[in-house]
């Protein structure tokens, strides 16, 4: 059987859908050497669960675009399908694509190997069919996980819910939830945290979930939240995001309560430690803007990186994201496309109004004052990102510049300069 692997439609970027094959953010002029972490080195996400739950469709949809019809004709895995993602400075991480059928007890499997680098470990479990099995199977897996590696976040996405009503998905996210936990108190496992997501993907809820997996993965999300929060504090901004635009998923997310899950980032992130990088941000005028909301985005996979300190709601999220598509197709069909570049570059920015008397506001916010960006201690740059905001129609922005400290140097990081719409 055929595996992806060495189909050139799924190289990095090997986007299909609405994307064109060669989009990307294209190269950083900027950065003379190559600091970027060797693929080895990356935090590395497992795929896991039964066969044919979805995991190769979750991979295919999310990071390469695919729509969600084309995965009925994926083929089944049959060996380990490894995916560099490497889309911005924040977006780096490996992807491993198990077969569903993979025996831990054949002796060619090296557990030290596999779970000793790994960040994160997704287990799918596919809701419209029997999970008995699929929680025997979870069971072994993160038990024999844990013993390698106790940082392992261990993540169950309880995986095709869009064939359940509202009523059967509360109550199978219910049911597995207990099975799993019980299985492992049993075990005297009690110490094994286990968070679930309810996904598909038809709709937006597999990339709020990824979002919420890769964000922990991300050691410079707390500085990247509160600087979101200072923009929204400031501005009159109701909600900000970062997010990668070719995956849609946001990287980051403010420290107050996310509603769409069960958990919080201020979990992860207690306000002690964001309220303690405030003083190093110069005073920011956006004052009465009337930005509603707004989100920083990754562009080329659509994770936002950072949001404000409001809740994030699916239905500004789900706006944005169908807005980077809308003005990723245009650029592409209209855009003017210099030499290797990207039609969607540093200059592209877009206003689109809508008829309840809402706004939308796209622009690029990349790296500005050349040469100082580089953190040599930590070799980490700020990434390209781009702003989106949700605001009424009266909002007003004035040469705004946020900085972005890291490591004892600062970078002047977000300058607007926009004078209403
Ligand atoms: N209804 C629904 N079907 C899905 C969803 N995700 C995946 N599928 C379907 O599930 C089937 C199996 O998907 P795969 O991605 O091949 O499953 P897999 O887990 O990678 O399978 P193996 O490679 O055999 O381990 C495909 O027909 C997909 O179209 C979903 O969210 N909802």
Redesign the pocket.
Known sequence: MASYDDDENFGSYGVVGSFPKDFGYGPDEQDTEDRSPSAESKPRILLM??????????Q?VVFHKMS?NE??F????NKIVKDDISNSSFVQFQIW?????IDFFDPTFDSEMIFGGCGALIF?I?A?DDYMEALAKLHMTVSRAYKVNPNIKFEVFI?????LSDDHKIETQRDIHQRANDDLADAGLEAIHLSFYL????DHS?FEAFSKVVQKLIPQLPTLENLLNILISNSGIEKAFLFDVVSKIYIATDSSPVDMQSYTLTHMYPPAVLHSHTHMYPPVSLQNSGIEKAFLFDVVSKIYIATDSSPVDMQSYELCCDMIDVVIDVSCIYGLKDGEGSCYDKESSSIIKLNNATILYLREVNRCSRGQLQDRKSGHVPGRLTLLTVCHPCFLIRNITLSLHMEHHWYPWLPILYNGI
Request: net charge positive.
């Open positions: 669960g039964l066969r044919r739950s979805g995991k190769s469709s979750i295919k969600p995965t009925l994926l083929e089944s895995t694509d198990f077969p569903g059928q799918v596919d419209q995986h095709k819910v869009d064939g996904t598909s993907i038809y597999i």
